[in-house]
C-alpha cells in the first residue's frame, strides 16, 4: 500500500529564504507524486507532479521538487520565499490504474517579513 | 473553461440529521472524487465516480453515499450525521479514469455538525 510522510506540519522562513517541504513516500511499485498547495478557505491547486520523465521537476510559482527512489523522497524546494507562499502545502501518491489518492497530513508554510 | 463549483460553502447540521453537497465538474471532465478534510489534516478519499458508477472507496461507512448524473456533475449524502462528521469536503474532478492526472478540486463545502 502507498502512503506519504511529510515531516514538520509547521515550517518558518525568512522572506528570500530557501524554502525546503519534505515528503517521504511508500510504495511497492513506481509511485506518481504530486505537491499541492492550500490557501485559507480554498481548495488544492496543483503545483507539480512526478509521473516518471524527469525526476527534477518544476512547478508553478517557482517550485521545484526532486524525485528520489533511493531516499525515498519528493521534497519541495524554493530557492527564496515570498510573502505570497504562506499556505498549507500537501505531497500526495498515486499509482496509475488506480482510483485514489493518498495525502500526507500537510505543512503549514509561514512567511516571515 | 468552467472550474469545479460546490455548493453549499458552508452548513451547520445536527447529530442525526441527514446532508446533501453537491459539485459540478470541470468541464470534458467524467470523473468525480470525494474526499474529506478534517481540521489540520489531509484530504481523505470518501470515493469516486465514473460514468454514474462508483469506481472505488475509501474506509468510510455505507451512510456516505453518492451520485453522478449524466453531465457528470456529484452529490455527496452523508445520513445519520455525527460530530465527528464536521469537516470540509472537496470535490475533485478529472480528465480520465485510471490516469494519475491532476485532480482539480473545488473550494470546499464546509460541514460542521452540533
Known amino acids: 500500500a502507498q502512503s506519504v510522510t511529510q515531516l514538520g506540519s509547521h515550517v518558518s522562513v525568512s522572506e528570500g529564504a530557501l524554502v525546503l517541504l519534505r515528503c517521504n513516500y511508500s510504495s511497492s511499485v513506481p509511485p506518481y507524486l504530486f505537491w499541492y498547495v492550500q490557501y485559507p478557505n480554498q481548495g488544492l491547486q496543483l503545483l507539480l507532479k512526478y509521473t516518471s520523465a524527469a525526476t527534477l521537476v518544476k512547478g508553478i510559482n517557482g517550485f521545484e521538487a526532486e524525485f528520489k527512489k533511493s531516499e525515498t523522497s519528493f521534497h519541495l524546494t524554493k530557492p527564496s520565499a515570498h510573502m505570497s507562499d504562506a499556505a498549507e502545502y500537501f505531497c500526495a501518491v498515486t499509482l496509475t490504474g488506480t482510483y485514489k489518492y493518498i495525502f500526507g497530513t500537510g505543512t503549514r508554510l509561514k512567511v516571515l517579513a | 473553461e468552467t472550474g469545479v463549483t460546490q455548493s453549499p460553502t458552508h452548513l451547520i447540521k445536527t447529530r442525526g440529521q441527514q446532508v446533501t453537497l453537491r459539485c459540478s465538474s470541470q468541464s470534458g471532465h467524467n470523473t468525480v472524487s470525494w474526499y474529506q478534510q478534517a481540521l489540520g489534516q489531509g484530504p481523505q478519499f470518501i470515493f469516486q465516480?465514473?460514468?454514474?458508477?462508483?469506481?472505488g472507496r475509501g474506509n468510510f461507512p455505507p451512510r456516505f453515499s453518492g451520485l453522478q448524473f449524466p453531465n457528470y456533475s456529484s452529490e455527496l449524502n452523508v445520513n445519520a450525521l455525527e460530530l465527528d462528521d464536521s469537516a470540509l469536503y472537496l470535490c475533485?474532478?478529472?480528465?480520465?479514469?485510471?490516469?494519475?492526472?491532476?485532480?482539480?478540486f473545488g473550494e470546499g463545502s464546509r460541514l460542521t455538525v452540533l
Open positions: 475533485a474532478s478529472s480528465l480520465r479514469l485510471g490516469e494519475a492526472g491532476e485532480l482539480f
Open positions: 465516480y465514473y460514468r454514474e458508477e462508483e469506481n
